[in-house]
Every structure is written in C-alpha cells, then in structure tokens.
C-alpha cells in the first residue's frame, strides 16, 4: 500500500528522464531539484498546458513509457463493499498489479493525443479497474462507474474526450435544423 498524500523520497526513473529530456538538465541537477521542490509541486494545483508544452512532453515522455493525459482508473482503492481493500479515502493505494497499454485519445484542446491506459487490480476480491469500469476476473460483464465520464472509451484503443462528443452532437442537431429548413 502506497501513501500518496506525502510526495515519494525520489522521483520513478521514468520521470527523472522525462525532466532531463525537457530540462536539458543533468540527472544529480533533477534529484537536487526534487528534493528542494518536492512539498511545493506535491501540492500545487494542476496546470493546463499549452499544446506546444503536451507536444514536447510527449516527445520526451514516450521513450520513458509517459505521455500527456494518461488515462487511469478513478480510484487508488477497491470500491467493492466487505472487500478488506476498501477504504473509505482514497489517500492509501490497496490497487496494485497495473497493466498498460498504448491508445489515442481524442481532445477538444489538444487534438489526438497518444496515451497509455493504465488499469490496476485488487488482489483480495479480482477485480480489475479500468478507466471507465471494473471487470472481475471470471467475467467478462463490465461495471461502469456512476456519472457522466469525462472520456469515453470508444474501442479499446481509442478514448474521446466528451466535450469532442458534444461537438458531433451540436453539429448533428444543427444539421439537421439546417436541413429540415431547406426542404
């Protein structure tokens, strides 16, 4: 189980070369920084990026196995009822095992982004999460979350933000209102 309320000692090697990459700093110039810095960055509010800024964070993060707007599952712990992983918060990870794989997700702001879908799994009850639902292991049936996702997975590798889905659905209507006054 993993705290994820106090920031790691020191950074996953992955993200150590993803910074290196995009810094043009050294790798002891990094730890340093992380060290210094890691309390301040735990806790700051997430940043939207430019689209020149996920571009160049994607060039640098693939060869690290990282990419902008990585898709995970909403939850660090297992949400089935009696299972000894429930938790009540979700500040200590019981998921574990994760699995991931290459997709492309389609963003209004961003374009077709490739990405890695992460799913992570509760070894007490054999469930596995996925970004958009929860499959126990001698089933196929899928369990999607309660609420409106804000992507959706339209094919198993092909994810669509649902402001790109409110898109195509105002243009269909407008299409139609136009076509309908035309004839």
Request: proline share 5%; net charge neutral; with cysteine.
């Amino acid at each position: 189980m993993h705290d994820i309320t106090h920031p790691p000692l020191t950074l996953p090697t992955a993200v150590e070369g993803l910074l290196i990459g995009v810094t043009g700093m050294d790798v002891e110039s990094v730890r340093r920084g992380w060290s210094l810095l890691k309390h301040v960055v735990w806790s700051a509010q997430e940043l939207l990026p430019s689209s020149q800024e996920a571009e160049i964070f994607n060039l640098h993060g693939h060869r690290h196995g990282l990419a902008f707007h990585d898709l995970y599952p909403p939850t660090r712990v297992c949400l089935t009822k009696g299972c000894p992983n429930q938790r009540d918060c979700n500040n200590v990870a019981t998921l574990s095992n994760p699995v991931k794989y290459q997709a492309v997700r389609f963003t209004l702001g961003f374009g077709a982004l490739p990405v890695h879908s992460t799913s992570t799994y509760c070894c007490q009850c054999h469930r596995r999460y996925h970004h958009n639902y929860v499959v126990h292991k001698d089933s196929d049936s899928r369990i999607y979350y309660s609420g409106v996702p804000d992507t959706v997975q339209a094919a198993s590798h092909f994810f669509i933000d649902s402001q790109v889905l409110e898109v195509f659905a105002n243009a269909k209507v407008f299409r139609w209102c136009v076509m309908n006054q035309i004839f």
